[in-house]
């Protein structure tokens, strides 16, 4: 499943909004950064139309996926979390992108994590709106944070708490 997820994940950095990665890193890599727990999929059956119905092919393709991330390796955080939500480019729009948001916020929750947070680019209107209706707010702008090549660039910081988690 990782060279799909990878190439979703290629296909975001190619929009130059979705994150500040330039290059896609390797499994060992992306295993090493992520929780081990917290890590989704969305798939839909490959279906053969014929006719009037649809013949199941018993294959699977790759929508989407959400994984997150420690903020910190104190202890004190160990409770909040980054979240990655990627969808394959031919899927945005669809509502994937909700499903395994809230599906990361209810996992994220049985992992015993309080807070995620999410950095979005001001520009990727969607990703904020989508973050926005699943219960994230607005924490503040951190102006000019990185460059993304030579482009210095802005970034959103959104976070959601949890109402069953550490309360």
């Not at 929508?63 to 004190?76: E, K, M, Q, T, Y």
Request: net charge positive; aromatic share 8%; charged share 25%.
């Amino acid at each position: 499943m990782w060279p799909v997820v990878r190439e979703i994940h290629r296909e975001g950095i190619a929009t130059g909004n979705a994150t500040f990665e330039t290059e896609l890193p390797d499994w060992e890599k992306w295993d090493s950064v992520h929780h081990k727990h917290c890590r989704l999929v969305a798939l839909e059956p490959i279906a053969e139309d014929a006719g009037d119905f649809l013949i199941p092919l018993g294959k699977l393709r790759v929508l989407g996926w959400a994984a997150l991330s420690p903020v910190s390796s104190r202890i004190v955080y160990s409770g909040v979390a980054e979240v990655s939500v990627y969808v394959a480019a031919n899927t945005r729009g669809s509502g994937v992108g909700k499903f395994l948001l809230q599906a990361l916020i209810d996992e994220s929750e049985l992992h015993g994590i309080w807070t995620l947070q999410a950095g979005i680019f001001p520009e990727n209107v969607a990703s904020i709106a989508l973050h926005k209706s699943c219960g994230f707010r607005k924490v503040g702008v951190r102006r000019r944070i990185g460059k993304l090549g030579e482009v210095w660039r802005d970034v959103l910081l959104l976070e959601r708490r949890s109402a069953r988690v550490g309360v």
